[in-house]
C-alpha cells in the first residue's frame, strides 16, 4: 500500500504561473521526499525534508512539512515547459534508506 | 560518476521465458532497490538490499521473481517464468543513507513486454 498521497493527480499551468501540489501521509516518518520523473526516465531527486524541518528551499522549489497533520507540500514557482513532469513525494521512516512513494502529480506547462 | 546503469533497456519476451535484468549502482552506494512501475499499480517497492544483503523481500510478488547481490557493484532481477501481466518498467535505485544522504539515485529503467 502507497503511503504517501499526492493532491492533485493532475494539473496543468501555463508558463510562469507556479504550481503546488500536496502530499499526505498516515504514519510517522523519519524525512520526506520529492522526486520528479519525466516521461520514461527514472525519478530524479529533488529535495528532501527532514521531520524536525517546516519549510525548505532549492532553487524554485519550495517544501513545507506540518507533521502534526502528515502533509507536504511543493511548490514551483515560475514554472518552465521543462518542468512538465510527475511529481512524487516519498517517505521515509524507521527502515535506513527504505521509501514509501505516492501515485504522483502529473503537471503540465503550456507554453 | 555515471549514474545508476541498468541492462538492458528494453526487453520482449514471450511467456514463459526466463528474463534477466541488471543492475549496476553508483560506487560506493551500499543501499541497492529494485521498484516495478504500471498504471495500474504505480511504483512498487520489490526489494532492497543492504551491503550486498537482502533486507526486505515482501515487495516481491510470488516465487517467480528472484534477485541477487553477488557483489557490491551488481545485482540481478529474475522472472522465471514470465508472465504478460509482469510488463512493467522496472527501476533500481542505490543510495548511502549512512552519510545522511537518504535520497535514492535512480536508473534510466528496463521496460519489460511480455507476450
Known amino acids: 500500500s502507497q503511503q504517501g498521497e499526492e493532491d492533485p493527480q493532475a494539473l496543468s499551468i501555463q508558463e510562469g504561473e507556479n504550481a503546488t501540489m500536496n502530499c499526505s501521509y498516515k504514519t510517522s516518518i523519519n524525512n520526506l521526499q520529492w522526486y520528479r520523473q519525466n516521461s520514461g526516465r527514472g525519478l530524479v531527486h529533488l529535495i528532501l525534508i527532514r521531520s524536525n524541518e517546516r519549510e525548505k528551499h532549492s532553487g524554485r522549489l519550495r517544501v513545507t512539512l506540518d507533521t502534526s497533520k502528515k502533509s507536504s507540500s511543493l511548490l514551483i514557482t515560475a514554472s518552465r515547459a521543462a518542468d512538465t513532469a510527475s511529481y512524487f513525494c516519498?517517505?521515509?521512516?524507521?527502515?535506513?534508506?527504505?521509501?514509501?512513494f505516492g501515485a504522483g502529480t502529473q503537471v503540465v506547462v503550456t507554453p | 560518476d555515471a549514474g545508476v546503469i541498468q541492462s538492458p533497456r528494453h526487453e520482449v519476451t514471450e511467456m514463459g521465458q526466463e528474463v534477466t535484468l541488471r543492475c549496476k549502482p553508483i560506487?560506493?552506494?551500499?543501499?541497492l532497490f529494485w521498484y516495478r512501475q504500471t498504471m495500474m499499480r504505480g511504483l512498487e517497492l520489490l526489494i532492497y538490499?543492504?551491503?550486498?544483503?537482502?533486507?526486505?523481500d515482501s515487495g516481491m510478488p510470488e516465487d517467480r521473481f528472484s534477485a541477487k547481490m553477488p557483489n557490491a557493484s551488481f545485482s540481478t532481477l529474475k522472472i522465471q517464468p514470465s508472465e504478460p501481466r509482469d510488463s512493467a518498467v522496472y527501476f533500481c535505485?542505490?543510495?548511502?543513507?549512512?552519510?545522511?544522504?537518504?535520497?535514492?539515485?535512480f536508473g534510466p529503467g528496463t521496460r519489460l513486454t511480455v507476450t
Open positions: 516519498a517517505t521515509g521512516g524507521d527502515s535506513w534508506g527504505k521509501l514509501q
Open positions: 538490499f543492504n551491503n550486498n544483503v537482502p533486507i526486505d
Open positions: 560506487s560506493g552506494h551500499d543501499y
Open positions: 535505485a542505490s543510495s548511502l543513507p549512512a552519510s545522511g544522504g537518504y535520497e535514492q539515485y
